[in-house]
T-cell receptor, first 112, second 112 residues
Framework: DQQVKQNSPSLSVQEGRISILNCDYT??????FLWYKKYPAEGPTFLIS?????DKNEDGRFTVFLNKSAKHLSLHIVPSQPGDSAVYFC???????????FGTGTRLQVFP | GAGVSQSPRYKVAKRGQDVALRCDPI?????LFWYQQALGQGPEFLTY????????KSGLPSDRFFAERPEGSVSTLKIQRTQQEDSAVYLC??????????FGQGTRLTVV
Protein backbone atom coordinates (compact mmCIF):
# COMPACT_ATOMS: atom_id res chain seq x y z
CA ASP A 1 0.00 0.00 0.00
CA GLN A 2 1.74 3.13 -1.26
CA GLN A 3 1.12 5.94 1.24
CA VAL A 4 2.92 8.53 -0.88
CA LYS A 5 2.34 8.52 -4.62
CA GLN A 6 3.98 10.31 -7.48
CA ASN A 7 1.90 9.36 -10.47
CA SER A 8 4.08 10.95 -13.13
CA PRO A 9 7.27 8.96 -13.63
CA SER A 10 8.73 11.61 -15.88
CA LEU A 11 8.34 15.25 -16.93
CA SER A 12 10.03 17.20 -19.68
CA VAL A 13 10.12 21.02 -19.55
CA GLN A 14 11.79 23.68 -21.63
CA GLU A 15 14.44 25.85 -19.96
CA GLY A 16 12.94 29.01 -18.48
CA ARG A 17 9.44 27.56 -18.13
CA ILE A 18 7.77 26.34 -14.96
CA SER A 19 8.14 22.74 -13.77
CA ILE A 20 5.31 21.38 -11.63
CA LEU A 21 5.82 18.09 -9.83
CA ASN A 22 2.90 16.50 -8.04
CA CYS A 23 2.54 14.21 -5.05
CA ASP A 24 -0.46 12.63 -3.32
CA TYR A 25 -0.63 10.97 0.07
CA THR A 26 -3.16 8.84 1.87
CA UNK A 27 -2.25 9.08 5.56
CA UNK A 28 -3.94 12.09 7.16
CA UNK A 29 -1.56 11.79 10.13
CA UNK A 30 1.37 12.99 8.05
CA UNK A 31 2.47 16.33 9.48
CA UNK A 32 5.62 17.21 7.58
CA PHE A 33 6.44 16.99 3.89
CA LEU A 34 9.72 17.26 2.03
CA TRP A 35 11.12 17.23 -1.48
CA TYR A 36 14.46 15.63 -2.25
CA LYS A 37 16.43 15.82 -5.48
CA LYS A 38 18.62 12.97 -6.67
CA TYR A 39 21.33 12.88 -9.30
CA PRO A 40 22.60 9.52 -10.62
CA ALA A 41 25.03 7.73 -8.31
CA GLU A 42 24.41 10.24 -5.52
CA GLY A 43 22.22 10.19 -2.45
CA PRO A 44 19.06 12.30 -2.24
CA THR A 45 19.64 15.98 -1.46
CA PHE A 46 17.15 17.93 0.62
CA LEU A 47 15.41 20.66 -1.36
CA ILE A 48 12.51 22.15 0.55
CA SER A 49 9.98 21.21 3.24
CA UNK A 50 6.60 22.29 4.53
CA UNK A 51 4.74 21.75 7.77
CA UNK A 52 1.07 20.83 7.72
CA UNK A 53 0.18 24.13 9.38
CA UNK A 54 1.24 25.98 6.24
CA ASP A 55 -0.04 25.85 2.69
CA LYS A 56 2.97 27.35 0.95
CA ASN A 57 6.72 27.57 1.44
CA GLU A 58 9.07 29.34 -0.90
CA ASP A 59 12.84 29.19 -1.27
CA GLY A 60 14.27 30.98 -4.28
CA ARG A 61 13.10 29.29 -7.46
CA PHE A 62 11.40 26.51 -5.50
CA THR A 63 7.92 26.68 -3.99
CA VAL A 64 6.01 23.86 -2.33
CA PHE A 65 2.23 24.01 -2.05
CA LEU A 66 0.22 21.85 0.33
CA ASN A 67 -3.50 21.14 0.02
CA LYS A 68 -4.41 19.15 3.12
CA SER A 69 -8.03 18.61 2.23
CA ALA A 70 -7.00 17.02 -1.06
CA LYS A 71 -3.95 15.31 0.48
CA HIS A 72 -1.89 16.77 -2.32
CA LEU A 73 1.34 18.69 -2.56
CA SER A 74 3.25 20.09 -5.47
CA LEU A 75 6.69 21.47 -6.16
CA HIS A 76 7.02 24.41 -8.52
CA ILE A 77 10.36 25.29 -10.05
CA VAL A 78 10.50 28.59 -11.90
CA PRO A 79 12.37 29.32 -14.03
CA SER A 80 13.55 25.79 -14.77
CA GLN A 81 17.23 25.32 -15.57
CA PRO A 82 19.09 22.40 -17.21
CA GLY A 83 20.86 21.75 -13.90
CA ASP A 84 17.48 20.96 -12.37
CA SER A 85 17.35 17.75 -14.43
CA ALA A 86 17.23 14.98 -11.82
CA VAL A 87 14.84 12.62 -10.07
CA TYR A 88 12.62 14.36 -7.53
CA PHE A 89 11.24 12.46 -4.55
CA CYS A 90 8.34 13.57 -2.43
CA UNK A 91 8.46 12.37 1.19
CA UNK A 92 6.18 12.58 4.19
CA UNK A 93 6.57 11.98 7.90
CA UNK A 94 4.61 12.18 11.13
CA UNK A 95 6.78 15.10 12.17
CA UNK A 96 10.13 16.79 11.55
CA UNK A 97 12.96 14.36 12.30
CA UNK A 98 10.74 11.29 11.98
CA UNK A 99 11.29 8.51 9.45
CA UNK A 100 10.40 9.41 5.87
CA UNK A 101 7.91 7.70 3.59
CA PHE A 102 8.96 8.32 0.01
CA GLY A 103 7.14 8.35 -3.29
CA THR A 104 8.55 6.55 -6.31
CA GLY A 105 10.03 9.70 -7.82
CA THR A 106 9.56 11.83 -10.94
CA ARG A 107 12.38 12.21 -13.43
CA LEU A 108 12.55 15.84 -14.57
CA GLN A 109 14.35 16.73 -17.75
CA VAL A 110 14.89 20.41 -18.56
CA PHE A 111 15.92 20.92 -22.18
CA PRO A 112 17.37 24.10 -23.76
CA GLY B 1 34.46 15.22 5.43
CA ALA B 2 31.41 17.31 6.10
CA GLY B 3 28.80 14.92 4.71
CA VAL B 4 27.49 11.44 5.44
CA SER B 5 30.01 8.87 4.24
CA GLN B 6 29.12 5.30 3.29
CA SER B 7 31.41 2.41 2.42
CA PRO B 8 31.85 0.49 0.30
CA ARG B 9 30.22 2.33 -2.59
CA TYR B 10 29.67 -0.93 -4.44
CA LYS B 11 29.51 -4.48 -3.16
CA VAL B 12 29.01 -7.70 -5.09
CA ALA B 13 28.13 -10.69 -2.92
CA LYS B 14 27.50 -14.30 -3.77
CA ARG B 15 24.14 -15.59 -2.63
CA GLY B 16 24.47 -16.84 0.92
CA GLN B 17 27.38 -14.57 1.79
CA ASP B 18 27.25 -12.15 4.74
CA VAL B 19 27.86 -8.45 4.11
CA ALA B 20 28.48 -5.40 6.31
CA LEU B 21 27.75 -1.87 5.18
CA ARG B 22 29.22 1.10 7.01
CA CYS B 23 27.84 4.58 7.63
CA ASP B 24 29.75 7.55 9.05
CA PRO B 25 27.17 10.22 9.89
CA ILE B 26 27.77 13.94 10.11
CA UNK B 27 29.60 14.68 13.35
CA UNK B 28 27.20 15.55 16.14
CA UNK B 29 24.10 14.22 14.42
CA UNK B 30 21.99 12.37 16.93
CA UNK B 31 19.61 10.63 14.54
CA LEU B 32 20.66 8.01 12.03
CA PHE B 33 18.44 6.23 9.52
CA TRP B 34 18.95 3.34 7.10
CA TYR B 35 16.86 3.09 3.94
CA GLN B 36 16.73 0.52 1.13
CA GLN B 37 16.10 1.69 -2.43
CA ALA B 38 15.22 -0.91 -5.03
CA LEU B 39 15.58 -0.11 -8.71
CA GLY B 40 12.91 2.31 -9.90
CA GLN B 41 11.49 2.81 -6.41
CA GLY B 42 11.78 5.40 -3.70
CA PRO B 43 13.85 4.75 -0.57
CA GLU B 44 12.11 2.58 2.01
CA PHE B 45 12.75 2.92 5.73
CA LEU B 46 14.67 0.13 7.44
CA THR B 47 15.69 1.29 10.91
CA TYR B 48 16.35 4.35 13.09
CA UNK B 49 18.85 5.15 15.83
CA UNK B 50 18.88 7.99 18.31
CA UNK B 51 22.47 8.03 19.53
CA UNK B 52 23.26 4.37 20.28
CA UNK B 53 19.65 3.34 20.88
CA UNK B 54 17.82 1.58 18.07
CA UNK B 55 14.35 3.06 18.51
CA UNK B 56 12.64 1.68 15.44
CA LYS B 57 13.52 -1.41 13.43
CA SER B 58 10.09 -1.98 11.97
CA GLY B 59 11.33 -1.70 8.39
CA LEU B 60 13.91 -4.49 8.52
CA PRO B 61 12.57 -7.06 6.04
CA SER B 62 13.75 -10.18 7.84
CA ASP B 63 15.83 -11.42 10.76
CA ARG B 64 18.75 -11.66 8.34
CA PHE B 65 19.07 -7.87 8.63
CA PHE B 66 20.78 -6.41 11.66
CA ALA B 67 21.96 -2.87 12.41
CA GLU B 68 24.05 -1.42 15.20
CA ARG B 69 25.48 1.89 16.34
CA PRO B 70 27.38 0.95 19.49
CA GLU B 71 28.97 4.31 20.30
CA GLY B 72 26.30 6.56 18.90
CA SER B 73 28.33 7.55 15.86
CA VAL B 74 29.32 5.05 13.13
CA SER B 75 26.64 2.54 12.20
CA THR B 76 26.85 -0.83 10.48
CA LEU B 77 24.07 -2.60 8.60
CA LYS B 78 24.71 -6.32 8.39
CA ILE B 79 22.89 -8.70 6.08
CA GLN B 80 23.35 -12.40 6.68
CA ARG B 81 22.95 -15.12 4.04
CA THR B 82 22.26 -12.59 1.29
CA GLN B 83 19.53 -13.35 -1.24
CA GLN B 84 19.00 -11.92 -4.72
CA GLU B 85 16.06 -9.84 -3.50
CA ASP B 86 18.48 -8.00 -1.19
CA SER B 87 20.05 -6.35 -4.24
CA ALA B 88 19.42 -2.62 -3.83
CA VAL B 89 21.04 0.67 -2.90
CA TYR B 90 21.34 1.05 0.87
CA LEU B 91 21.18 4.65 1.99
CA CYS B 92 22.19 6.08 5.34
CA UNK B 93 20.94 9.45 6.54
CA UNK B 94 21.69 11.50 9.63
CA UNK B 95 20.11 14.55 11.19
CA UNK B 96 20.08 16.81 14.16
CA UNK B 97 16.88 16.50 16.09
CA UNK B 98 13.75 17.80 14.38
CA UNK B 99 15.28 18.85 11.08
CA UNK B 100 15.73 17.36 7.65
CA UNK B 101 17.96 14.35 7.09
CA UNK B 102 21.16 14.42 5.06
CA PHE B 103 21.84 11.34 2.95
CA GLY B 104 25.05 9.59 2.03
CA GLN B 105 25.81 8.43 -1.51
CA GLY B 106 24.66 4.91 -0.71
CA THR B 107 26.07 1.43 -1.11
CA ARG B 108 24.93 -0.48 -4.17
CA LEU B 109 24.66 -4.15 -3.24
CA THR B 110 24.40 -6.73 -5.99
CA VAL B 111 23.78 -10.34 -4.99
CA VAL B 112 24.72 -12.86 -7.66
Amino acid sequence: DQQVKQNSPSLSVQEGRISILNCDYTNSMFDYFLWYKKYPAEGPTFLISISSIKDKNEDGRFTVFLNKSAKHLSLHIVPSQPGDSAVYFCAASLGPGDKLIFGTGTRLQVFP
Amino acid sequence: GAGVSQSPRYKVAKRGQDVALRCDPISGHVSLFWYQQALGQGPEFLTYFQNEAQLDKSGLPSDRFFAERPEGSVSTLKIQRTQQEDSAVYLCASSLDQVEAFFGQGTRLTVV
